[in-house]
């Protein structure tokens, strides 16, 4: 996190909370039976101590009562030191076997509630009680438990509420090609009015990678979900009103670092009421709807919310890096995607995307549109809308009445609807196509012109047994489409 100039030319305090501080105070405000026993349970061993010290002075002698103290604080410590450095074998990482600390401390404590069980035990023997002491240990005892559990409830408080004000909670996805493998360097959220920001940490981030030979022996569902990668997944806090969004990622397939400013649409995303801050919310806090970002080839970002693109970026910016610095993105990359290879097979790895320019075909395929309609026959009556998503992870509802009017859009590669087949039976079916074969067929039926209408016609024989018969028909041609799956859960 970084601290930006405010308006009044003084570096701008972010006061902005991580996780764990997050969780702490919502765990302290938050009301809890099992820690309210604790607390409870706390009180009767100091009514029970109290109790003891007073028999002992009243039926020995105060002496009595501190060599009793004395004893006590040594076996706590004992035992405090035992199980802070305890191993899980049963032996100790430490020679010294008594925690000095913890013995001063236990040993304090235990004195100080002797002083009012000697007042106590003075009162009954009709000796000298001092009432002013009394009071005074009878008011440091109800006092301190109260003002300590105010004062870090009061804290919790003010530091949630300020965040809460000032941050807005989301979930942040970011997805690349498989054959786009990158190394992100910076993603942060900026508020240039009042010049809070927060840069997201980037340590643990879920590197894979798939050769086109291990993508082949997978099913059509398998090769689809291993196409796009998720980098990053992970809930994170923005700045409230965030216009900027700053991203740096080095792209060895490129041979580019990207590093750029981007403006950030905050107003076009729904804030609801964040219903995981608990009662430690207290009104303010608040949750923006998902965010993903897509990093794609030569520099193109896309950013989707509920599955919908709300904006894109073109020509970002690179900058020159040395040689040196390359050489460390790539090295890095390649102990994730190939640990344990030499620098020639990376190098080899990346040649190969680079040469099949299997990227820029799907940069064409994600960029043309074509005049399509579906037909959806076999399943009978369908009540509710089929929600169709398209080769740029677009989703969008659409009843099937509407489904058989064409549409000016980038081809489908999803359908998912709902079946219900009686009161107590229904299904989810989802439908994938091959999106690379159906642009080819497209293609050549229409010869890329795309006033040409283009029908898929899906007949579903049996959804259970994946049986369906698919064809696709344009410019008074028909052609067979084999490239399908169905998959349906209940």
Known sequence: MTNRKCRAGRPLKQYMLNEYEI????????????????????????????LLQWLIVAGISVFAALALDIVIAWVVSFYYQGLRHATPNGGNTKHVRISVTAFVVMLSALWFILIGAWQLAQLKKGGAFNKPLFAAWLSVCAATPVLILSIRYWRCHYRLRRQYRNYVRMHLHIYHDNDLPIVPARVSFVNTVNGRSVNLDLKDLQYEYYSQEELMTLGLSGRLHRERHMLFGSPVYIPMHTDTLYLSWYSPVDGRYYSDAFPFPFEKFMLTPDTLAGAAGMGYARRLAGIDLDIGFDGHVNLYSGNVMLFYYRKVAHVALPQEQQDAYEDKLRQQLLPGYPAAAFTSLINEIRTSERLLRKRRIQEKRFLWKITLTGLGHLRHSVTITDVNCNCFDRSVTALATPVHWFLPQRLRLFKRVDEDHYFYLTILLNYHELYDVAMSLTAGDEAVPLHLSMNVIDAAGQEMECSIHAAGQSVCFGEWQLLTTN
């Not at 969780?23 to 109290?50: G, H, K, Q, S």
């Open 23 to 50: 969780e702490r105070c919502r765990y302290i405000l938050d009301f809890n039976l099992e820690r309210f026993w604790l607390r409870m349970a706390a009180l009767i061993t100091f009514a029970v101590i109290t």
